[in-house]
């Protein structure tokens, strides 16, 4: 599930629903391709986009420009700025988890020309908008403004790259912050210690597996010196994308962007990137997870997956949808409503740029063993991968999937969006709209086959979360 939380609150497992734990589960054998396959049968949607009209360039000093002019009738007369750098969780510093994020709150303070919160004033003042999240593979800031104010906020965002300013005061109240929003968000939500560990049980290698929000004591140990180095590494232009989306003049827009970005310098040093690749797990294994304010017991299944870049990746993207998307959804109707052995249940597929991570789970009804839990999810799973999908089933929930898709298309700040993940985790901008593309070439058969392949015939984590001392 990709990380859009408000800014300075940009844990990604933390914005789905709450996530349970396993232990002690069985070896689930290899699932034999489904008895009776489906027939082929076009999808019923036919869903025909003209291309983005996406304008890219590069500037000497590295920086990625991507623009999309939507003048006309329907502009609205506003503009989209957001600037997408290529670091995240997993390029925190050794001992330092949460780091991109803690950066994150910093770069909202001031910079040589810039007091605190300026920002707030050159968008929410003038009728706009700020915002910011920070993912496995990304840090975005993302502001909204009339097209009047879209030269202030090139040049607010080229200040803030090359002349941060931030010293030990600032610091610690921003470091603060996210220490708070850590113990709101995990320590005191009962369920929040369970979404905090998956990462770390599901990866074994790959820095992945260190939370984006981090820990206390990470976020405690880090220091001023930490955040300089942090800057200088990271924030720079050839690790940068700006992307321009609304109503704005494009000759202007090019003139802007040179006037303000281009004099940064270009940093000779290389920009260290993660080259850790996760290794297939060779067998099952359990955990146990406790917390000290569980109402009820949960089991979470956990699988690697695949990175978002992987052919199968939309097909698991319904996997998710016809599984845990809303209240008809398998897991729902099946745990939640018919057999009433859950509270809650459902299924993700979280896919990065190098790898991805699986997870089936479930919160036990009043009196139901974790077993009977993980047993109930399982033949779910098996059903899905193994019985008759109908097609209106599968074009309901691809609809769903579509109707999100094409609704956040319908704002500057939606498409850009769109743009920034298509840019930082495959690197081609237009693969904004080969999603769309793809989605709609899902069959029933890629449905079952990458469940089966990705799901049912791979090792897994099984872990129980129950009531305990906190760790």
Known sequence: MPLMPNRRHTLAWLAAAGLPAGAAAQATPPVPAPATAPTAAPPRLGIALPPLALRQR?????????????????AGGTVSVQVWYRVGGKDDPAGRSGFAHLFEHLMFKRTKHMPDEMFDRLTEDVGGQNNAFTAEDMTAYQSEVPSNHLERILWAEAERLANLLVDQAAFESERKVVIEELRQRVLADPYGRL?????????ERHPYRRPVIGSEADLNAATL?????????????????LIVVGDFDVPQLDAWVDRYFGPLARPAAPIPRVTEREPPRMQ????RVTGPSVPLPAVALVWKG?????????????????????????????????????QAAGFSADLYADAGLLAAYAIAGSGQSLRKLETALLDQLVLLARGKVGYD?????????????????????????DIGM??????????????????????VADVQRVLQQHVLNARRVTIDYTQGPAA
């Open 58 to 74: 590069t500037l000497a000093n590295g920086l990625q420009v991507v623009s999309l002019p939507t003048a006309g009738p329907d």
């Open 195 to 203: 979404f905090n560990a998956l990462p770390g049980l599901a990866f």
């Open 225 to 241: 010196d930490d955040v300089r180095r942090f800057h200088a590494t990271y924030y720079r232009p050839d690790n940068a994308v």
């Open 284 to 287: 099952d294994s359990q955990a």
């Open 306 to 342: 695949p990175p978002v870049t992987h052919p199968d990746a939309p097909a698991l993207e319904l996997v998710q949808a016809l599984l845990s998307a809303g209240e008809s959804s398998r897991l729902n109707q099946a745990l939640v409503y018919s057999a009433r052995t859950a």
């Open 393 to 417: 089933e599968i074009d309901k929930v691809r609809t769903q999937v579509l109707t999100g898709a094409l609704l956040r298309r319908q704002t500057p700040q939606g498409l850009a969006q």
């Open 422 to 443: 298509a840019m930082l985790q495959t690197g081609d901008a237009r693969e904004a709209d080969g999603r769309i593309a793809r989605l709609q070439a899902v069959r």
